[in-house]
């Protein structure tokens, strides 16, 4: 588990986050907003981890007294995590929070609440949550992470601090990749690239799960360019049965065709996210106009919006790939359109 000093591609934020630390100007709500797999939860657990430390050094945690072995081992008693039951966060968990910070510290020091996913709390939790933000219980510290923070009430948000986390520059992702996690070069390099500054998903990537989930974006792009209304609608509820994967295909979808895009209007490799797709890139690209490509994009990317935002994911993909079926000419029909609204 890092140390804030020890976190890469966010030195701004790390550095506001060591200064209140070390001049006690902790605030009592945080947020984290950004992309998936940028650093959000690292950086909030290290935090958290200064937080509870009992001999800080220079504001980061010391990472050997008893309070940071306990929270390496996952068992600090003042360490409190909330994540989404199901696909929301609800009002019954942060009644649960609040029973908790209402008492005194186990160990006479902070307690630390992590709100993972921040925007899946249903309006009354996120309304429930503002009345202990508005009178914050003394020594607690809410740290909520998002990817939309935009879905957030604005009650929420304007009494959180805010940070902004970028996706990481592609050579200090490289480099990370290669140098701490000890990838090949070429792959570190590949992965750097298709993950779009996101070191989780470069990880991900890394530990088998990418080949599969291209191979399986690949094959899609396939079917639907031959398929009806009803394989498509038959292809939508197999993805949409597990969120995460049908995420992680939205993922590779949006790759695939921007790469589709950039080889047909520049034919440059190095500008690829699959250059080992050259191919399969030079033959599919004569199957679509410039422009048909672009709304393919827009509307995958407005899809996997959909679904973090916690629409129902076989009602977008069934949208999504009504609009993809046949491929090349992009009509609607009324049902396309109907269900795109949903």
Request: with cysteine; hydrophobic share 40%.
């Amino acid at each position: 588990m890092l140390l804030l000093r020890e976190i890469t591609g966010h030195e701004q934020i790390i550095r506001a986050l060591l200064n209140a630390l070390l001049y006690d100007r902790v605030g009592h709500a945080y947020l984290f907003a950004g992309p998936e797999g940028v650093g959000k939860a690292t950086t909030a657990l290290a935090f958290a981890r200064s937080l509870l430390c009992a001999g800080p050094d220079k504001g980061d945690a010391c990472g050997s007294c008893r309070a940071c072995r306990q929270f390496e081992h996952a068992n600090h008693p003042d360490l409190h995590c909330v994540r989404p039951e199901g696909s929301s966060i609800k009002i019954e968990q942060i009644r649960g929070i609040q029973r908790k910070v209402m008492f005194h510290s186990y160990q006479g020091g902070r307690k630390v609440i992590i709100i993972e996913q921040a925007e899946a709390m249903t309006s009354e939790a996120a309304n429930c949550l503002l009345k202990t933000l508005e009178e914050p219980p003394d020594e607690t510290v809410f740290i909520l992470l998002t990817a939309l923070p935009q879905i957030l009430p604005s009650t929420v948000l304007s009494r959180c601090q805010q940070f902004n986390f970028k996706l990481i520059p592609f050579n200090q992702l490289n480099s990370l990749l290669y140098n701490r996690h000890g990838l090949a070069r070429d792959e570190a390099g590949l992965l750097a690239a298709l993950s779009g500054g996101s070191l989780g998903k470069a990880l991900a990537y890394a530990s088998g799960s990418f080949q599969k989930e291209r191979d399986a974006a690949l094959r899609l792009t396939v079917l639907l360019k031959e398929a009806g209304a009803l394989e498509a609608l038959e292809e939508a509820e197999k993805v949409s049965k597990n969120r995460d994967n049908a995420l992680g295909l939205l993922e590779m979808l949006a790759c695939w065709f921007r790469d589709l895009l950039v080889w047909k209007e520049t034919g440059e490799a190095r500008l690829l996210f699959n250059p080992d797709q050259i191919i399969a890139l030079e033959k599919e690209t004569g199957y679509f106009e410039t422009g048909r490509l672009v709304e393919i994009i827009e509307d995958i990317t407005k899809a996997k919006t959909k679904v973090l935002g916690n629409a129902n994911t076989r009602l977008v993909l069934e949208a999504l790939f009504l609009r993809l079926a046949g491929g090349i000419s992009g009509t609607q029909t009324d049902w396309e359109v109907y269900q795109w609204d949903c």
